[in-house]
């Protein structure tokens, strides 16, 4: 229990307590890189020149995202990799980094039970997409049948004495390194997008005003002076477009960990899980409005100028009918979102230990697109909207336990 007690003590716990059988956490912060190598990792150095080796497999794709500074100061810190000067203002931005230390000495969770490590921002009152450091430092953790160790989007970096499952279990993983509980993209909340709103109806032209009429002294009915396209109907107004589907947000990210487990009692292998988050559904483009009618003009109007012989002297209109508002086009339909990105879990046990574990991944599953909006009807009806892009899947993370990939 050497490793034990030194891993507590750098969080400043308490051994006596812990001794005790108590549980100790203790919430921290590290200001630099170099504290962060030394505290966080319990590689050797012999394995971390192993990581190194193949630390990037898989994470090619995001070379040339703001990701690849993050990737490059975690090879730093978790393998053994130089310091990335030129990365060094941006890190800064995120240190002192979130830390949080749990230590038990002995744990047991009861059968079908899970144990749910997850750091939460909100522990730290920090922004959701900040990224959390979780230690987990067990003596002795037994898993009754069918309980689980499971932790959401931090980095993981669990080190236990020695892991006791007493059981095959019916769940797909004993330990789950799993995403993040939110989604990534330009905006926060739901991870579906929200459907785009209808576009209003175009307003109905209005009718042709009839002129008024007057007598004039010698009795002849004569109609007040107007103007010539006042008799005619006015157009209807176009139909509004429908909104955009927003776009589904990026599935959560499955984050870097570290698994180290000294011994292992079990009849069937420890099985660790690990899986990216699904991206979200884009939503649906609102429909187009349909365009208004047109106003009708005046029907013909004929009068009686008192003129003798001519029973009517004047005619006037008929007044032209106004056109037809345009239908509105569909919105366009949200993007999917993508699924969510993977770091890399090393996982390490003794060699007589090797047929005592196994480890698999998966990726998110990427967000359909959204439906395009139908279009509004007119004279000339409107547009579909396009329908919305799926996400792309992203990589599944790399695992490897003894620098064996799975």
């Given at each position: 229990m050497?490793e034990?007690?030194?891993?507590?003590?750098?969080?400043?716990?308490?051994l006596?307590?812990l001794?005790k059988?108590?549980?100790?956490?203790?919430y921290f912060?590290i200001?630099?890189?170099?504290?962060?190598?030394?505290?966080?990792?319990?590689?050797s150095?012999e394995?971390?020149?192993k990581?190194?080796?193949?630390?990037f497999d898989?994470?090619?794709?995001?070379?040339?995202?703001?990701?690849a500074m993050?990737?490059?100061?975690?090879?730093?810190v978790?393998?053994?990799?130089?310091?990335?000067?030129?990365?060094?203002l941006?890190?800064w931005?995120h240190f002192?980094i979130?830390v949080?230390?749990?230590?038990v000495a002995?744990?047991?969770i009861?059968?079908?039970?899970t144990w749910?490590?997850?750091?939460?921002?909100?522990?730290?009152q920090?922004?959701?997409r900040e990224?959390?450091?979780?230690?987990?430092n067990?003596?002795r953790?037994?898993?009754?049948?069918?309980?689980?160790i499971i932790?959401?989007?931090?980095?993981f970096?669990f080190?236990c004495q020695e892991?006791i499952k007493?059981?095959?279990?019916?769940?797909s993983?004993?330990?789950?390194?799993l995403?993040?509980?939110?989604g990534f993209?330009?905006?926060?909340?739901?991870?579906d997008?929200?459907?785009g709103g209808?576009g209003?109806?175009?307003?109905?032209g209005k009718?042709?005003?009839?002129?008024?009429?007057?007598?004039?002294i010698?009795g002849?009915k004569t109609?007040?002076p107007?103007?010539?396209?006042?008799i005619?109907?006015s157009?209807?107004?176009?139909?509004e477009d429908g909104a955009?589907?927003?776009?589904?947000?990026?599935?959560?990210?499955?984050?870097?960990?570290e698994?180290n487990i000294r011994?292992i009692?079990?009849?069937?292998?420890?099985v660790?899980g690990?899986?990216a988050?699904?991206g979200?559904r884009?939503?649906?483009?609102?429909?187009?409005?349909n365009g208004?009618?047109g106003?009708?003009g005046i029907?013909e109007i004929?009068?009686n100028?008192?003129?003798?012989g001519?029973p009517?002297?004047n005619?006037?209109g008929?007044g032209k009918?106004?056109?037809?508002?345009?239908?509105?086009?569909?919105?366009r339909?949200?993007?999917?979102?993508h699924?969510g990105?993977?770091?890399?879990?090393?996982?390490?046990?003794p060699?007589?230990c090797t047929k005592?574990?196994?480890?698999?991944?998966?990726p998110?599953i990427?967000g359909?697109?959204?439906?395009g909006g139908n279009?509004g009807?007119?004279c000339?009806n409107?547009?579909?909207?396009k329908d919305?892009?799926?996400?792309?899947?992203?990589?599944?993370?790399?695992v490897?336990?003894?620098?064996v990939?799975q």
């Amino acid at each position: 229990m050497e490793e034990f007690q030194t891993i507590a003590l750098y969080a400043g716990q308490d051994l006596e307590k812990l001794s005790k059988g108590e549980t100790e956490i203790t919430y921290f912060r590290i200001n630099t890189p170099e504290e962060v190598r030394k505290i966080l990792c319990r590689a050797s150095l012999e394995d971390r020149k192993k990581r190194s080796e193949t630390f990037f497999d898989g994470l090619e794709y995001r070379s040339k995202l703001t990701q690849a500074m993050h990737d490059r100061g975690e090879a730093y810190v978790f393998a053994n990799h130089p310091w990335n000067t030129k990365d060094a203002l941006g890190h800064w931005n995120h240190f002192p980094i979130y830390v949080k230390m749990l230590s038990v000495a002995e744990k047991t969770i009861k059968a079908g039970d899970t144990w749910d490590v997850t750091l939460s921002p909100a522990e730290w009152q920090a922004n959701e997409r900040e990224e959390m450091y979780n230690i987990i430092n067990a003596g002795r953790l037994t898993l009754e049948k069918d309980a689980r160790i499971i932790v959401r989007g931090n980095v993981f970096l669990f080190t236990c004495q020695e892991l006791i499952k007493e059981d095959e279990s019916v769940k797909s993983y004993d330990i789950g390194v799993l995403a993040t509980p939110h989604g990534f993209g330009y905006r926060y909340g739901c991870f579906d997008g929200e459907n785009g709103g209808n576009g209003r109806n175009g307003e109905n032209g209005k009718g042709g005003l009839s002129p008024l009429f007057r007598t004039n002294i010698r009795g002849e009915k004569t109609p007040v002076p107007f103007g010539a396209e006042s008799i005619n109907g006015s157009d209807g107004a176009n139909g509004e477009d429908g909104a955009n589907g927003e776009d589904g947000l990026t599935g959560g990210a499955c984050r870097f960990a570290e698994i180290n487990i000294r011994n292992i009692k079990s009849a069937v292998p420890v099985v660790a899980g690990i899986m990216a988050g699904n991206g979200g559904r884009g939503g649906n483009g609102g429909n187009g409005g349909n365009g208004g009618n047109g106003g009708r003009g005046i029907r013909e109007i004929s009068y009686n100028t008192g003129c003798p012989g001519s029973p009517f002297g004047n005619i006037i209109g008929p007044g032209k009918d106004g056109r037809g508002g345009c239908g509105g086009n569909g919105g366009r339909g949200g993007r999917g979102g993508h699924g969510g990105i993977s770091s890399n879990v090393y996982i390490t046990v003794p060699d007589s230990c090797t047929k005592l574990i196994s480890a698999y991944s998966k990726p998110g599953i990427p967000g359909k697109g959204g439906k395009g909006g139908n279009p509004g009807f007119g004279c000339e009806n409107g547009k579909y909207g396009k329908d919305g892009r799926e996400g792309k899947i992203m990589p599944a993370a790399k695992v490897y336990i003894n620098h064996v990939i799975q």
